[in-house]
């Protein structure tokens, strides 16, 4: 019930959004243009910032990193394995194939805030902004592949990519940032935790999947909420994180996956009705799957 509690307000703005979609007249017409500015600028602005700021112990976040990676290369592999079940379509597979290792940064933060105060929100967009590059080169790099987009145009101008290169520049330069910014920079990542769960709850989308049916559907998402934390939680142990650093490595790998998965596959020709319902499915199956992976850690810290 603790853990329920936890997560009842991220996922209450997850549904706000949805209402807000549905019965307050902010329909189409809206959501595209806030979606773009949490895309280009809200949470460019909060990777950055967090990446600036946090104090990198390599001791620390290199074993977290090499498990966050780790994390979404066997995510990569296991959805490689159930392509039988996701129809014979590449560019479908290409874009589906996203939802078994990409994760939503706004729920993540939102968690390991409420889960470990300030020292989770640090923790938790170090290692996102640390594995966004990753995850958007596996993506891209398999859209690219099968469709018209050229990969190296693609990670050059992508938002997340430039803000986390940025922010872990300006923090290994040793500089500070001017007092005035940091309110300003901190303003824009609280809107960005806000407006992105909005955003999340307005894209949802009911129905079912067709193409690859129900079976690879469940498949992906199987993959994404259970296999990968369990994976996660034998790795960390392996490199002996703890604390901090063990939750947020298991709460990273329980994420549902990332709502840039459908801007992406549309922007690249994709299967982009598709990458919406897995989207919208693990989003919702989350509330309950994230409920026991927090109850696991609860019980174990």
């Not at 939102?110 to 300030?118: D, P, S």
């Not at 967009?125 to 990969?151: D, E, I, K, S, Y």
């Not at 490199?239 to 650093?245: M, S």
Request: hydrophobic content about 60%; charged content about 10%.
């Amino acid at each position: 019930m603790q853990s329920f509690l936890l997560l009842l307000p991220d996922f209450a703005l997850i549904a706000l959004g949805v209402a807000l979609r549905r019965f307050a007249g902010l329909g189409d017409g809206f959501w595209p243009g806030a979606e773009r500015l949490v895309y280009f600028v809200l949470f460019p602005a909060l990777l950055f910032h967090a990446l600036a700021r946090v104090s990198i112990d390599l001791t620390v976040m290199g074993p977290l990193f090499a498990v966050g990676l780790l994390t979404m290369a066997g995510g990569l592999v296991l959805g490689f394995l159930g392509r039988p079940l996701l129809g014979p379509g590449a560019m479908s597979f290409a874009s589906r194939v996203q939802c078994a290792y990409r994760f939503n940064t706004y729920i993540g933060i939102a968690v390991a805030g409420k889960f470990a105060g300030a020292a989770g929100v640090a923790t938790m967009g170090a290692l996102c902004g640390a594995m966004v590059p990753f995850a958007n080169m596996a993506a891209v790099t398999l859209l690219a592949r099968h469709g018209q987009g050229r990969l190296g145009r693609e990670l050059a101008r992508n938002p997340l990519i430039i803000a986390t290169v940025a922010g872990m520049a300006f923090n290994l330069s040793g500089a500070q940032l001017p007092a005035p910014v940091v309110p300003f920079l901190q303003r824009l990542a609280d809107a960005a935790v806000t407006l992105g769960l909005l955003a999340v709850g307005a894209a949802l989308r009911v129905g079912h999947s067709e193409e690859g049916g129900r079976l690879g559907a469940a498949y992906l998402c199987a993959v994404k909420l259970l296999a990968l934390p369990a994976l996660a939680w034998g790795l960390a142990s392996v490199f002996g994180l703890t604390g901090i650093a063990f939750a947020v490595a298991v709460i990273f790998a329980a994420l549902p996956t990332a709502s840039s998965a459908y801007i992406l596959a549309m922007r690249m020709g994709g299967d982009g009705p598709g990458v919406a319902w897995l989207i919208s499915a693990t989003t919702v199956a989350a509330a309950v799957t994230l409920t026991a992976w927090l109850t696991l850690l609860g019980s174990t810290a």
